[in-house]
DNA sequence: TATAGTTGTCTATATCAATAGACAAATTTA
DNA sequence: TAAATTTGTCTATTGATATAGACAACTATA
C-alpha cells in the first residue's frame, strides 16, 4: 500500500515560463469542474505559497487569463472565475458538428474561411483512396458555439466528384447538407487519429487562442455506408475548451 | 479560389520560449514522417531562416532533442533523426494495452508503480456507480515499449469485489490476466473523454519527458459484458511518442 | 588540396522572466 | 470607524532567453 503525491508543483528551466504553467494549471482546474461560475480564486498569496512562486509570478498568470477573459479581477475583492466547464465534443461513427454539441450550448455553426483545388498531398490521396496529385477541393471551416471558436478544420473532397462542395458549404453551412446535395445522405466516420501539439500561428488567430495554448488534432475520414471514401479531414480542438468524448463507433 | 498561407513561423512573448517551440516543431515534423530514419535534418542556418530566429535559438532547441534522445549532431556533416514516428495506440471497444501494440514494437509489458487503498471521489464513484467515498483500490501503472514510457494510468477498482487485485496486477504485469482471476474473461470500454495538457512534475518524472511537454488525457469506464462498471481509468500519453487511433467497435 | 558547407565555441548586448520589497487603493469584517 | 484582507503599482536586482558577430573544428566535394 505504497502511497503516491500529487505533484502541485512547477518545472524551472523548462523553455515554459513558470507564469505560463500556473496559467494551464488554473485553466485546468476551471475546466474540470473545481470552481463554480463566479467563485473566487484563492487570493494571490496563497497560490503563491501552493506553486512555490513570488506574488508576482502569479499576477502574470492571472492578467494573461484575464486577458483571455476567463477570470475578472477586483481590487479588494478578489478574483473570480467567468468561464464554464470544457464543451464535450462527442466522436462517433456518425460524427457531425450540429447535432454533436445540441444541449451543451444555444448556438452553433460552421463559418467556411476559405476554399480552393489543389494537388492530393501523399496522406490526403491515401485516405480518400485516389492517386497522388489527383486534385481535390479543401475547405477550411471555423465551429463556433455560443460565439466561441471550438474547433478548426481542413476537409478534402474529390474535386471531380464533389465540383461545386465549396458553394453548398458557404450556402448552407453544414458538410452533411452539402453532401446531400451529391446524392449523400448518410456518411460514417471511418477512421480517427488522435494527437497534441502547441497552437501554430494560424490556430492562434482562427481560434482566437493565446500563445502556448494546446490543440487536438484529429485526422479522419468519412466514408460512405457501402465503405467509399468521400472526405478526408484535420480538425483542431483547442484543448482548454474542448474535450473529445468517445462514443462507440 | 481564396488562398491560406500555412503558418511556419512562432509566437514570441507567448510564455513559451521560441526554442521550445522549435523543438516541437521538430519533433512534430519527425512524428508525422517528414523525416526517414537517420534523415539529416536542414542545416541550422535554413532552420533560423524558416523561423525567422538567430542560429543561436535554433541551436538550442536541436540541444534540447539531442538530449532528449531524438536527434544526433556531428561536427562538419550535419543533424541526424534517430527517433522513428510515433507509436499508434488503438482505442476501441476491447482496448488491451499489450495487444494494442503488436507490429509495432518488439517489446512491451506494464510496471506496476503504487498501488493503494482510498476512498472513491466524486467522479471515481460515478464512474463505477458507487457511493462516494466506498473503499476503492487504486494501481499506479505504467506502459512501456522498446524500453521507453508511453502511457502512465491510474486504474480504480471496487476494493471489496477486487480484494488483492494489486499483488495480481505485480504478479502478471496485466490488467487482463488479473481480472480474470476475478471471474472477469472479457471487458468492454464503455465511455473515454479525451482532453491534453502540458504535463505535471509526476508525468515528466514517470514518462521521462522534459519540461512543456504535451500529454493526451484518456478517462474511460470498461464494464463487463453486461454493463457493470468494474474499472475507472485516468491514463496519460507523452503526444511527442504516442497518437491514439480510434478504432471501430 | 583548396574550397564550401556544416557544427562547435566564445564574447557581448538587449530583452524577458522571476524574485524581492514597499506602499497605494479598494473592499470586507470586526 | 478601525483593522484586516486583497488587488494594483512602482522600483530594483538577478538569471534565463534571444540576438549578433567572429572564428575554430570537422567533413565532403570540386
Do not use: C
Not at 473545481?34 to 508576482?56: C, I, K, Q, S, T
Not at 483512396?129 to 479543401?138: M, S
Not at 460565439?147 to 453544414?174: C, L, N, Q
Amino acid at each position: 500500500m505504497t502511497g503516491r503525491q500529487e505533484a502541485d508543483s512547477i518545472e524551472r528551466r523548462s523553455g515554459v515560463s513558470l507564469w505560463r504553467q500556473i496559467a494551464d494549471r488554473i485553466l485546468q482546474s476551471i475546466a474540470i469542474g473545481d470552481f463554480a461560475e463566479n467563485a473566487a480564486l484563492p487570493p494571490e498569496m496563497a497560490l503563491a505559497g501552493r506553486y512555490g512562486v513570488n506574488r508576482h509570478t502569479v499576477r502574470s498568470a492571472i492578467s494573461a487569463l484575464v486577458q483571455e477573459g476567463v477570470l475578472r479581477a477586483e481590487q479588494g475583492r478578489g478574483t473570480f472565475v467567468l468561464s464554464r466547464k470544457r464543451l464535450s465534443y462527442p466522436i462517433g461513427a456518425r460524427t457531425r458538428f450540429s447535432t454533436g454539441l445540441q444541449g451543451q450550448t444555444s448556438e452553433r455553426h460552421i463559418v467556411l474561411l476559405a476554399s480552393s483545388v489543389e494537388p492530393a498531398s501523399q496522406r490526403v490521396a491515401e485516405g480518400l483512396g485516389l492517386a497522388r496529385g489527383t486534385e481535390v477541393i479543401r475547405l477550411e471551416t471555423r465551429g463556433e458555439a455560443d460565439g466561441r471558436p471550438v474547433s478548426r478544420a481542413a476537409g478534402w473532397f474529390d474535386a471531380r466528384r464533389f465540383a461545386g462542395i465549396d458553394k453548398a458549404m458557404a450556402e448552407t453551412g453544414s458538410v452533411t447538407a452539402s453532401l446531400a446535395r451529391f446524392g449523400i445522405d448518410d456518411y460514417l466516420r471511418q477512421s480517427t487519429v488522435l494527437s497534441a501539439r502547441h497552437a501554430d500561428a494560424a490556430d492562434l488567430a482562427d481560434l482566437d487562442l493565446q500563445p502556448g495554448a494546446i490543440v487536438l488534432v484529429t485526422v479522419a475520414v468519412n466514408v460512405t455506408p457501402d465503405g467509399q471514401p468521400i472526405q478526408f479531414s484535420e480538425s483542431r480542438f483547442p484543448a482548454e475548451r474542448v474535450e473529445l468524448k468517445l462514443s462507440a463507433l
